[in-house]
């Protein structure tokens, strides 16, 4: 996949620039990982934003960036930031912006606004920033609410993007 990264300038609640964009998450690491939340009550999303900051570090060992993007408003956010006190940027994108541009899938449209179990599922998606343009180089779209990558199955792809382009510059 190498579909140029949509662009975005979300409200930011957890560390980093506020308002925070792909071109700030970008300018100083490798990757950037988006993690597509599907709403402020959503247990699943809860745990992975903490799963993920248990193991923080090894995203950055990876020149990675990660940044949590909740469809909710910016107090909403800064609730789950004042929560799980999160090691990266926590953006709030209540208009769904930024989860439109990267295609996260809805389910039953407008019943979505009605009940939470028609609504958004998760997505991840990782931006290569290596390049002279941010590409989106990887993504999941969650097929239920229980659908999404492991911290795992995020840190192996990282790896796997980082030893293509090892492989490609040795055999230059």
């Known amino acids: ?66 940044a949590s993007l909740l469809p909710e408003e910016r107090e ?26 990267y295609d996260q899938p809805v389910k039953f449209g407008i019943l ?7 609504g958004r599922m998760p997505e991840a998606v990782v931006v290569d920033a290596r390049g002279d343009e941010p590409t989106v180089a990887w993504s999941y779209a969650g097929e239920s609410t229980f659908d999404r990558p492991s911290v795992d199955d995020v840190l192996a792809e990282l790896d796997r993007l980082r030893e293509a382009e090892s492989a490609a510059t040795d055999d230059a």
């Open 1 to 66: 996949m190498t579909d140029l990264a949509a662009e975005f300038e979300l409200a930011n609640v957890g560390p980093g620039p506020d308002p925070c964009s792909l071109r700030d998450l970008a300018a100083d690491n490798a990757f950037v990982v988006l993690l597509f939340q599907r709403d402020f009550y959503c247990t699943n999303c809860r745990k992975q934003v903490q799963a993920v900051a248990e193991r923080y570090d090894e995203f950055t060992e990876r020149e990675a960036v990660v």
């Open 112 to 118: 979505g606004k009605f009940s939470d179990f028609l």
């Open 76 to 101: 909403r956010a800064a609730e789950w930031q004042e929560s799980y006190d999160l090691p990266y940027p926590l953006l709030a994108d209540p208009e769904a912006v930024a989860s439109d541009a």
